[in-house]
């Protein structure tokens, strides 16, 4: 569900930053999965005119331009070609700041000189302002435009407005409308909701009531409990008002004519879908009436959707037709056969409330998702029926004219009554675990629209208000069905963040929730993630085992055996063990992971650290995945990986491997990782031959230990989240000769310092040693994908970058291009 803040003020005042609305409206349950800045806003941006056009002295494509911005004069460099001299166009001033593409930072414009002329602005296409795809020319301005004037205020915008992506649960339908989520901002904020006032003209003299003109017969009541339809004659079918265009198009609708946008704004704001139908093309019963009938489809009945796509629905289908033929499938999509078109001159307006089970059936079953399928299929509001329909005709009648005939047709056999919930105060309190006066319990409750139908006359207890209470559930509200779910709406409103958290009761002591456990639970479930299981080993160990890990260790005084008589000064001879464990026991593939502590000699006792240790050996793929890759074994370069993974996932970035030139104890080669290059996190590396034969192992053995406690202290980074990508990639590869010591991290420094536009990312994907290089030296291949977040990009953009860093790494590593 997208609403604009603009759109919601409408409804009701909020005074508070637009980050302060997406944490109450978090807070209440709708989660704000983004908030944009509309590039509507156009700060800065004004109508300007072109007074002269003359050509650029040192570019052949490039015009110097006097343009009037309403203040004065001022000389623009421009690339576009579509203009001219005397044309008005939109100009950003120098200062003034554009939105760019979504995933990239804003631009602010400045003074300065293009090929030698200064340009003191910048004239714009409709793209760089958000309101085309087109780049290809500047965007032109009707005539009228007045110059001078704001560009948001020529194009009817607010200035200011933010877009609010938000996730609606299942269990909520009445919050896919713009009114629903005003509703909940005014019950948090103590404010009141302002509903549009709905008032219909009084009918034409001569025009025939609506029951005159429109039959509506229900033959499946189940599947459609209530159908109204309203008669509209002489509508002027056309492009829609500015302000109506604008406000579907902030939220990602595309306006198609005045009578399908008011249908699609009726339906945001009131969360009630509406259908048009063309009147004249309604097909008449005996009586010579237009008739409308809801039925199930015949069994193979074939339909074609507005879409133009045939399909053969099912009998459980639910139909909207007339005496003739299926005119609409029901709730999801309008037919070929009825649709709005220039030659329309009536309008039946349709909106109906049907059972949410078989909507959701028939979209499946045919594969059609619409917004108006979304929210039948949760839910509609059977109560708003026939309001929905007046606020559609009120706004058809303002945007195309037209006469109104009176009345309406509402089929309505059974209506559905309004559910009553007994609600007793104590319970809240109870339930919550604090103190709420019955007045504050019931004030909340009628802030969102529930009434105090009946009480108890008297108390339980003196000191009590009389209980239980009964309360009225609004039929918007279909998830309200129980005491309990009382209890949680006042628990919203209240604030969920100022209930205290306690322990249950019957606990015995005091049980704080624990963050460095939750912590470690996380580090845990990251790493069974990348496919690790979790070793406990022993903290007493043997001084043969800890020796080659530490000269200093902290013996014991008095040990109970050789094999333990020592403090583990670290996790990794517990972790070979294990391996060993697992390799004797025919689990020849074994990847571990254990989270300890470690003691080293102190001044009076010894010093604790907390460590993360990791330990690999053994087939790369399991035994029925490997296929050609049997005899593949974990190797460096794994383990690497699977530590870049699980920082990157734990949040720590900015991570230098460096690798070291000596063999130690443990490790016949290994690298340290470092913070920045300064804060130490730990090493990793392959075990000495040597040392793996102690222990029986004869696969390559992979080794990490990092300080737990400092990646969980450094980590900075947050969670980010984009949208897949819309528009297609391009592939680039570049193979080079580069010095044997030249590594990857040196080779993406070099690419970054060249901050080549639209790199998406690089991929190493081959390193060759051979006769065809030269000694000291080796080869590799890159692969470099380029994408734009809003368009495709062309051959010419990215053979410009892609030649832009292939001489930065010529010229900086150095390296020798291959052909």
């Known amino acids: 569900m997208k609403v604009t803040l603009n759109w919601l003020k409408q409804y009701v005042d909020f005074n508070g930053s637009p980050e302060d609305l997406a944490d109450r409206l978090t807070m209440l349950g709708p989660e704000v999965e983004e908030i944009r800045k509309l590039a509507g806003d156009f700060e800065g941006v004004v ?36 203009f001219q001299a005397g044309d008005k166009i939109p100009l950003v001033l120098p200062g003034a700041t554009l939105p760019g593409p979504p995933g990239e930072k804003p631009f602010t414009i400045k003074v300065g000189k293009i090929r030698g002329v200064e340009s003191h602005g910048m004239m714009c296409s409709g793209r760089e302002l958000g309101l085309s795809e087109d780049h290809a020319g500047l965007y032109l301005l009707p005539p009228d435009a007045v110059i001078g004037q704001p560009l948001a205020e020529h194009l009817g915008r607010v200035a200011g407005d933010v877009l609010y992506d938000l996730e609606i649960t299942p269990n909520r339908p009445d919050l896919n409308s713009v009114i629903g989520i005003a509703r909940e901002v005014a019950a948090q904020s103590g404010g009141q909701i302002r509903l549009p006032q709905v008032t219909l003209p009084a009918a034409a003299p001569g025009l025939p009531r609506a029951a005159d003109l429109v039959e509506v017969r229900i033959d499946a009541p189940d599947l459609c409990p209530r159908y109204t339809a309203r008669v509209i004659c002489g509508v002027k079918v056309g492009p829609s008002p500015a302000w109506l265009k604008s406000a579907l198009e902030k939220v990602g609708l595309r306006s198609i004519n005045n009578v399908v946008d008011v249908t699609n704004y009726v339906m945001l704001e009131t969360g009630q879908p509406l259908h048009a139908f063309d009147y004249r093309l309604i097909a008449r019963n005996a009586a010579g009436k237009p008739t409308i009938v809801v039925r199930r489809a015949q069994p193979g009945e074939a339909f074609t959707t507005l879409d133009g796509q045939s399909h053969q629905l099912a009998p459980d289908t639910l139909l ?79 945007t195309g004219g037209g006469q109104l005939a009176d009345g309406v047709v509402d089929a309505y056999p059974e209506p559905i009554p309004t559910r009553r919930i007994t609600l007793r105060h104590h319970q809240v309190n109870a339930l919550l675990g604090i103190v709420l006066e019955p007045a504050q319990v019931e004030y909340y409750l009628s802030q969102l629209g529930l009434r105090i139908v009946g009480r108890k006359a008297t108390p339980v207890d003196a000191n009590l208000a009389p209980e239980p209470v009964t309360v009225q559930i609004p039929t918007f509200r279909v998830d309200l069905k129980r005491e309990t779910d009382l209890i949680e709406e006042v628990a919203r409103l209240y604030g969920v963040d100022k209930i205290p958290a306690t322990p249950p009761r019957g606990a015995i002591g005091s049980h704080p929730f624990d963050a460095v456990f939750d912590q470690h639970a996380e580090v845990r479930r990251l790493l069974v993630g990348l496919g690790l299981h979790e070793a406990q080993g022993q903290t007493l160990v043997s001084e043969a085992a800890a020796r080659p890990f530490s000269p200093n260790l902290v013996p014991l005084q008095k040990p109970l055996s050789s094999d333990m008589n020592v403090l583990r000064p670290s996790l990794l001879p517990g972790l070979l063990d294990s391996l060993r464990h697992n390799l004797n026991r025919k689990n020849e593939r074994v990847a571990l992971f254990e989270i300890g502590r470690v003691f080293l000699p102190g001044q009076t006792q010894p010093a604790e650290s907390l460590r993360l240790a990791i330990a690999l050996t053994g087939p790369r793929q399991p035994e029925f995945w490997a296929g050609d890759d049997r005899e593949a074994r974990f190797d460096a370069y794994d383990l690497k990986g699977l530590l870049e993974e699980f920082l990157e996932k734990l949040g720590l970035r900015g991570v230098a491997w460096v690798r070291s030139q000596e063999v130690s104890s443990v490790f016949l080669e290994s690298a340290s990782l470092a913070l920045g290059g300064k804060v130490p996190l730990g090493q990793f590396g392959q075990l000495l031959p040597a040392l793996a034969r102690q222990y029986d192992l004869r696969d390559p053995v992979l080794l990490a230990e ?66 065809t290089v030269p000694a000291g030296h080796k080869s590799v291949a890159y692969a470099f994908t380029y994408r734009h977040a809003e368009r495709t990009l062309t051959d010419a953009e990215v053979n410009a970058t892609h030649e832009r860093v292939a001489g930065q790494l010529v010229a900086n590593l150095p390296a020798q291009v291959r052909g």
Not at 48 to 55: K, W, Y
Request: net charge neutral.
């Open 320 to 398: 909207i037709a007339d005496e003739e033929k299926g005119i609409a499938l029901a709730g999801v999509m309008g037919g070929l056969n009825s649709e709005i078109n220039d030659r329309t001159e009536d309008v039946l307006i349709e909106s109906a409330y049907f059972a949410p089970t078989g909507i959701r059936r028939t979209s499946k079953t045919l594969g059609l998702r619409t917004d108006a399928s979304y929210r039948f299929e949760r839910g509609a509001d059977p109560g708003n029926t026939d309001w929905a329909s007046q606020r559609c005709v009120q706004l058809l009648l303002e």
């Open 47 to 82: 109508v300007a005119q072109v007074i002269t056009r003359d050509r650029h002295p040192n570019a052949d494509k490039l015009s110097v331009c006097r343009v009037h911005d309403g203040q004065g004069e001022r000389q623009i460099v421009c690339g576009a070609q579509n």
């Open 706 to 771: 990092l300080d737990l406690n400092q990646l969980l202290v450094r980590r900075t980074a947050t969670r980010t989240f984009k949208p897949l990508p819309a528009f297609p990639s391009i592939r680039r590869d570049l193979a080079m000769i580069v010095g044997e010591t030249v590594t990857h991290d040196a080779v993406l420094e070099t690419i970054r310092s060249a901050k080549p536009q639209y790199l998406e990312r690089i991929d190493l994907f081959d390193v060759f040693r051979g006769k």
